[in-house]
């Protein structure tokens, strides 16, 4: 009976397109179930941080405007962090099922995080296709307030951040799906 539910709002929410961006997120806010209940949407957007951060493999810089243009997934995490072991391979199946032109995962380890213990930590849990990227200095986790790990952040196509999940979450959960499918089918 919920998935009928669920998928009646999120094909609400998808014939719906034309409404704005403010009733898009109160569809996506009934979507909510189990850990998801803990990411907060915002009623407004907010800036996302101007800071640097540092691409896998010494390839440069980069900042989240980089990203504009789609739906981020900004996760911050750490390679000491429990909790981001556990749900780093949920992050991973959301990249997998819906990353592209609209959508993407990205990880930022935050802290000091050797790049061979990020490449251990990714290896261990079988995780080839997220960003090992790092914010060493925290420069991007202070502007955008993160405190504890692991963080979630949802920034919108225009690379603000319309949502905020503290803690662990269970992503590969049929409501976290949902979430996300709407949010894409909304872009």
């Known amino acids: 009976m919920r998935l009928v539910r669920l998928l ?39 800036p996302a941080s101007e800071a640097a951060f540092y691409l896998a493999d010494d390839a440069g810089t980069a900042t989240l405007a980089d990203y504009q243009g789609k739906y981020v997934l900004l996760n911050f995490w750490a390679t000491w962090c429990a909790p981001c072991r556990k749900e780093m391979p949920m992050l991973s199946a959301l990249q997998t099922e819906f990353g592209g032109d609209n959508f993407e995962v990205l990880t930022l380890a935050s802290g000091r995080n050797a790049p061979a213990g990020i490449r ?12 090992r990227h790092q914010d060493p200095k925290g420069a991007v986790a202070r502007d955008m307030a993160v405190f504890g790990l692991p963080i979630t952040v949802i920034l919108d196509p225009e690379g603000h951040e319309i949502g905020r999940l503290r803690g662990e979450a269970d992503w590969g959960s049929e409501s976290a799906r949902a979430v996300i499918s709407a949010l894409i089918a909304g872009s």
């Open 8 to 46: 009646s709002l999120y094909m609400a929410l998808a014939l719906g397109a034309n409404a704005t961006f403010a009733a898009d997120l109160d569809a996506v806010k009934a979507l909510r179930d189990g850990d998801m209940k803990k990411l907060v949407l915002h009623s407004a957007s907010k």
């Open 120 to 131: 251990k930590f990714f290896d261990e849990i079988g995780v080839s296709n997220l960003p």
